[in-house]
Structures are given as structure tokens and as C-alpha cells.
């Protein structure tokens, strides 16, 4: 069975800094894609970037990358440049490639952003 | 393009009570998921639907939780009798097929609190 571990329950940061929310994981599969979800105050959850275990390019969408280290089992989202709207519940997540698509979820980083 | 809708938003019951909620997904999506979220932890896959049959249901409590999906489409989560651990939020997710359920588009949530 897999698991995500999110071991920073919350986090603020200044409008326009950077900021680094950490997640590590557990599996035995070798293929297998992470996620990095957002789910604002009483609204929906939405992705925010998506890497695939078998890429070795961190994937970037605008001003969210990743920090992907397989064999340390590390997936990190840095938000540059962060933003008001950028506060929310983020959430790790694990799915294998073959066979069983649910995704596993961490517990969650509570990220403020102050203005 | 809707999204995933689900209603109703918010519902309080007594405990030994019964409830049920409802999901519409996105037109055209085959696939569709149930997911518990308990306060303070990330969501939890109930079940899993493939058109109309079930592909995991392997943590739901079958006791008192039930689901389905009769003509692929909309479907109805219900429990009964509910307990007071099931205060939770109850998300629905849909994605075009299996193979790209990378793609989850969650709906808004049901509240639902047991007294």
C-alpha cells in the first residue's frame, strides 16, 4: 500500500515570496504519478501540476514547479512569486500507473498568503 | 463545460439516521469516484465506478454505505444509519476514462454532520 506524508500541517508567507510546501511518499511500484492539488476555502479542489515517476524533467505549470527526487521518494511544490489566491489547502497525491488508478492523498499543508 | 455537480451542499442528521447524496459528473466522463474527507485529513476513496459497474469499493464500510451508478451517469451515495465518525465531507470526482483518471474533476462536496 502506498503513502503520503505532508509534514507541515501549515505555512504563511509574504505576498510575492517564494515558498516550498514539502511531501514525501512510499511505494514499491516503479511507474506511478504524483500530484500537487489545491482546494481553496469552501470551494472546490482543483490540480495544480501533475509529474510522471518515469520523467526525469520537474514539471512547471506558470509560476508552480516541482522538485521531484525518486530515489529519496521526495515531491516538493515551490509557488514563486506567490499570490493572494494562492491561499488554500494543498494536498499531495499518489496514483500507480497500471491497474489501480485511486489516488492516495496526503493530510494536507494549509498555506496563507499575507498580504 | 458544467462541472461536477453535487447536491445537497450541506446536510446535519442525527445519528442511526439515514442520508443520501447525489452527483451529476461531467458529460462523457466514464469514470467516477466517491471520496470520504474527514476534517483535517485528505480525501479517502470510497468507490470507484466505471460507467455502471464498480471497479473499488475496497474501503468502503458496506455496512451502512452504499452507491450506485445504474445508467453511468448521475449516482447516489447513501448511508444507513449514520454514525457520528461519518461527519465528513463527501467529494465526487469524475475523469474521461480510466486511463486518464490523472484528470479528476472534483465537485464542490457534500457537509454532512451527524449529531
Known amino acids: 500500500a502506498q503513502t503520503v506524508t505532508q509534514s507541515q500541517p501549515e505555512m504563511s508567507v509574504q505576498e510575492a515570496e517564494t515558498v516550498t510546501l514539502s511531501c514525501t511518499y512510499d511505494?514499491?511500484?516503479?511507474?506511478?504519478?504524483l500530484f500537487w492539488y489545491k482546494q481553496p476555502p469552501s470551494r472546490q479542489m482543483i490540480l495544480v501540476i501533475r509529474?510522471?515517476?518515469?520523467?526525469?524533467q520537474n514539471a512547471t505549470e506558470n509560476r508552480f514547479s516541482v522538485n521531484f527526487q525518486k530515489a529519496a521518494k521526495s515531491f516538493s511544490l515551490k509557488i514563486s512569486d506567490s499570490q493572494l489566491g494562492d491561499t488554500a489547502m494543498y494536498f499531495c497525491?499518489?496514483?500507480?500507473?497500471?491497474?489501480?488508478?485511486?489516488?492516495?492523498f496526503g493530510t494536507g499543508t494549509r498555506l496563507t498568503i499575507i498580504p | 463545460e458544467a462541472g461536477v455537480a453535487q447536491s445537497p451542499r450541506y446536510k446535519i442528521i442525527e445519528k442511526r439516521q439515514s442520508v443520501a447524496f447525489w452527483c451529476n459528473p461531467i458529460?462523457?466522463?466514464?469514470?467516477l469516484y466517491w471520496y470520504q474527507q474527514i476534517l483535517g485529513q485528505g480525501p479517502k476513496l470510497l468507490i470507484q465506478?466505471?460507467?455502471?459497474?464498480?471497479?473499488?469499493d475496497s474501503q468502503l464500510p458496506k455496512d451502512r454505505f452504499s452507491a450506485e451508478r445504474l445508467k453511468g451517469v448521475d449516482s447516489t451515495l447513501k448511508i444507513q444509519p449514520a454514525k457520528l465518525e461519518d461527519s465528513a465531507v463527501y467529494l465526487c470526482?469524475?475523469?474521461?476514462?480510466?486511463?486518464?483518471?490523472?484528470?479528476?474533476?472534483f465537485g464542490p462536496g457534500t457537509r454532512l454532520t451527524v449529531t
Open positions: 465506478f466505471q460507467n455502471n459497474g464498480v471497479v473499488d
Open positions: 497525491a499518489f496514483r500507480a500507473d497500471f491497474g489501480n488508478e485511486k489516488l492516495t
Open positions: 511505494t514499491s511500484e516503479n511507474n506511478y504519478y
Open positions: 509529474q510522471e515517476a518515469y520523467k526525469q
Open positions: 470526482a469524475s475523469s474521461p476514462n480510466r486511463a486518464h483518471s490523472y484528470e479528476q474533476y
Open positions: 458529460s462523457g466522463h466514464a469514470t
